[in-house]
């Protein structure tokens, strides 16, 4: 019988991490495309989290045994995200903002990128904003990826852009931002360069900006 995607995204909430890997490898062993597994179940399941996060129907442990089994089910899909179409060379320092755990989404982000064979140097979650301008000197990178999911912690994005300002390599390194709370005119009002919603846009951005 087909994968039923609600049932994936009603384990992912109860934070089931077995029964999610396992649906997920069924899927995709019946066929289904790693995207749909991704929006239509795991996706989902998050997001119904978010709002009852939101409205304080869950709280921190059920929302973190849930990402962690989000985390598990991306995994398994990360070989298949990989679009086809054009390999870029490049490297990409990323991370999640200072004082921001959320990795999910920059994890997605990393996926998409490597997929397109790009380099993704993950600094992890609560970098900083020195770190991402050491290691984008030290690995010689064409851009800084910054992921904040916080109102309060995307204000960091503008403290990577004055640091790589300060360390005179903005002209060598493109900075891209994005993240639920980020915005184009944010993007412009901190001197960044691109802002992209989703994964698969920023990974397609990430591809032009190396294409250069
Ligand atoms: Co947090 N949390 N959380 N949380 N959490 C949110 C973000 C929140 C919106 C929930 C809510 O109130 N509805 C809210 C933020 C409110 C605000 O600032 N406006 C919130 C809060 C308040 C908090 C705490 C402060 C709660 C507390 O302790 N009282 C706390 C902060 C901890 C910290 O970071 N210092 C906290 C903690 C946590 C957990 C640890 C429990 C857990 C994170 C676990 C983990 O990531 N390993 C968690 C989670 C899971 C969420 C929600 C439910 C889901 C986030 C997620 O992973 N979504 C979230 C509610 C929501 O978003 N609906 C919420 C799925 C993911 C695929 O989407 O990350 O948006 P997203 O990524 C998208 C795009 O944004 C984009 O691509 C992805 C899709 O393709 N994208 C980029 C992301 N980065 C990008 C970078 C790019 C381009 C695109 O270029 C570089």
Redesign the pocket.
């Known amino acids: 019988m087909a994968v039923d995607l609600k049932a994936l995204s009603e384990f992912l909430q109860k934070g089931r991490a077995k029964e999610v890997t396992e649906l997920v490898q069924q899927a995709l062993d019946e066929g289904m495309s790693a995207k749909v597994i991704l929006h239509d179940g795991l996706?989902d399941g998050?997001?119904i989290?978010?709002?009852k996060?939101?409205n304080n129907e869950v709280f921190?442990p059920e929302?973190?045994i849930?990402?962690?089994a989000?985390?598990m089910g991306t995994a398994i899909l990360k070989p298949f995200l990989a679009e086809a179409g054009e390999v870029a060379t490049g490297k990409v320092i990323?991370g999640t903002v200072k004082?921001?755990?959320?990795?999910?989404?920059?994890n997605?982000?990393g996926m998409m990128m490597e997929g397109k064979g790009l380099e993704v140097i993950d600094l992890g979650?609560?970098v900083s904003a020195d770190r991402y301008v050491e290691e984008a000197i030290k690995h010689e990178a064409n851009i800084i990826?910054?992921?904040?999911?916080?109102?309060?912690?995307m204000t960091q994005m503008k403290a990577v852009v004055e640091k790589a300002e300060a360390a005179g390599i903005r002209d060598k390194v493109k900075i891209?931002?994005?993240?639920?709370?980020?915005t184009d005119s944010y993007c412009a009002s901190i001197g960044a360069d691109y802002?992209?919603?989703?994964?698969?846009?920023?990974a397609q951005t990430a591809v032009e900006i190396c294409s250069a």
């Not at 802002?195 to 920023?202: E, G, H, I, L, V």
């Open positions: 996706m998050m997001n989290i978010g709002v996060f939101k921190v929302v973190l849930a990402a962690r989000m985390n990323l004082g921001d755990l959320h990795d999910i989404g920059k997605l982000v979650t609560d990826a910054c992921s904040a999911l916080l109102t309060t912690t891209m931002i994005g993240g639920a709370p980020v802002y992209t919603a989703d994964a698969s846009s920023a």
